[in-house]
C-alpha cells in the first residue's frame, strides 16, 4: 500500500500563488502517474492535473496556463503550482496515485491523500 502526503495548502489573496506537494511513501511500488483533484463544498470532486510516468501531462481547462504539475521521480513527489488563484480554485486538493506493485505490472492499483485545502480570498 502507497501512502500519500500533500502539503502546501493554505490561505491567498486573489492572484496569488501556491505550491502543493504530494509525497509518496511505501515499499516495493513503481508509480505509474499521480494525479491532482479538488473538491469545493457541494460539488463533485474534479480533476485538475495528471502527470505520466513520462512526464505526460493533462491539465483542466479551468486551470490551464494558471497551473502547472511536475514530479521528482526520485522522491516519488508531485506538485502543482498554483499561479493566478481565484476565488473559484477554493476547494479541498487531493493527491491520487495510480501504480503497480513489483512484479506485477498488470494489477494498478489507487490512492488517495486525505487533502489539503486552499483558500483563495477575493
Known amino acids: 500500500q502507497v501512502q500519500l502526503v500533500e502539503s502546501g495548502g493554505g490561505f491567498v489573496h486573489s492572484g496569488g500563488s501556491l505550491r502543493l506537494s504530494c509525497a509518496a511513501s511505501?515499499?516495493?511500488?513503481?508509480?505509474?502517474?499521480m494525479h491532482w483533484y479538488r473538491q469545493a463544498p457541494g460539488l463533485q470532486r474534479e480533476l485538475v492535473a495528471s502527470?505520466?510516468?513520462?512526464?505526460?501531462?493533462y491539465h483542466a481547462d479551468s486551470v490551464k496556463g494558471r497551473f502547472t504539475i511536475s514530479r521528482d521521480n526520485a522522491k516519488n513527489t508531485v506538485y502543482l503550482q498554483m499561479n493566478s488563484l481565484k476565488p473559484e480554485d477554493t476547494a479541498v486538493y487531493y493527491c491520487?496515485?495510480?501504480?503497480?506493485?513489483?512484479?506485477?505490472?498488470?494489477?494498478?492499483?489507487?490512492?488517495w491523500g486525505r487533502g489539503t485545502q486552499v483558500t483563495v480570498t477575493s
Open positions: 491520487n496515485a495510480q501504480y503497480y506493485m513489483d512484479g506485477q505490472p498488470w494489477a494498478e492499483l489507487g490512492s
Open positions: 511505501g515499499s516495493h511500488f513503481n508509480i505509474n502517474s
Open positions: 502527470i505520466t510516468s513520462r512526464d505526460t501531462t
